[in-house]
């Protein structure tokens, strides 16, 4: 059996490295900080654990990236989209100007 290690296989390995590495420290860090902690949100107090408070945390930059990411990728589909249009527009302009006939050709 012939195992053939390509990029999406180790970026699979990668992945799941980097989710096992953050479930570790996770655990870790849950099982040496079992205190409560009051989070002030300025319009209210909320009275939580601190790894649930720093999970919170995480889990909201980790969203904010994700559509930080995904405003990007889109304007960079539309950009693609536009583009696209104007060159199928300077396409077809150039294959009408070829069959033109030649006027000056003395």
Same mark, same amino acid.
């Given at each position: ?9 180790? $970026? $699979?390995?990668?992945? %799941? %490295? ?89």
């Amino acid at each position: 059996m012939d195992i053939t290690w390509d990029s999406r296989m180790l $970026k $699979k390995i990668a992945v %799941l %490295l980097i989710f096992l590495v953050i479930l570790i420290t996770m655990l870790v860090f849950t099982r040496l900080n079992p205190g409560l902690i009051t989070v002030d949100l300025a319009f209210a107090s909320v009275e939580t654990s601190m790894p649930v408070a720093f999970t919170v945390t995480f889990v909201a930059g980790w969203v904010f990236g994700i559509l930080c990411g995904a405003a990007f990728v889109l304007r960079l589909i539309n950009e693609r989209r536009q583009l696209r249009r104007s060159l199928q527009l300077s396409e077809s302009e150039v294959s009408s100007l070829r069959s033109l006939p030649l006027s000056d050709a003395d």
